[in-house]
C-alpha cells in the first residue's frame, strides 16, 4: 500500500495459507503460500532464491472451489523472513497460468476477502 493509502496492487490478496505441492526447485525449498492473487504468490522458503528464477508451482485452493493450480512464475522478490538468517519469503510473479486457474484463483480470493471482512456473516 502507498503512503497516500491507495493500493497499488492490480489483483487483491487473500492472506490465507496453502500448502505448496510442487515446486521445481527441489523438494522442501517451497514450504507454503502466505499470501495469493491472481497475479502470484508470496511463499516461504529455507533458502534464498535468485531474483528472475523461473519456477513452477503447484496448489489446490481449498473447497469450495477445490481447483488445483500449476503455474509458471519468475521470483521478483526474496527477503529474509522474521523467523531467522535461514528462512525467506519470495515473491513469485505468474508467467504462465491457464485462463480457468486465473479466474478460480479471482473468485478464491474475492470469496476469502468477503469472509475476512464479514459479508458473509
Do not use: W
Not at 515473491?91 to 478460480?104: G, M, R, V, Y
Request: glycine share 8%.
Amino acid at each position: 500500500m502507498r503512503a497516500d493509502g491507495k493500493e497499488r496492487r492490480r489483483y487483491p490478496r487473500s492472506r490465507r495459507g496453502l500448502p505448496v505441492l510442487v515446486d521445481e526447485a527441489g523438494p522442501g525449498v517451497l514450504n507454503h503460500v502466505d499470501n495469493i492473487s491472481a497475479n502470484g504468490v508470496l511463499c516461504h522458503t529455507i533458502k534464498p532464491v535468485p531474483l528472475m528464477t523461473k519456477m513452477r508451482i503447484a496448489l489446490d485452493l481449498p473447497a469450495p472451489l477445490g481447483h488445483r493450480i500449476d503455474a509458471e512464475g519468475i521470483v521478483v522478490r526474496c527477503d529474509p523472513d522474521d523467523q531467522g538468517d535461514d528462512h525467506f519469503k519470495i515473491a513469485i510473479l505468474f508467467t504462465k497460468i491457464d485462463p480457468d486457474e486465473h479466474e478460480a484463483i479471482r473468485q478464491f480470493v474475492e470469496e476469502d476477502i468477503s469472509v475476512e471482512d464479514g459479508v458473509n456473516d
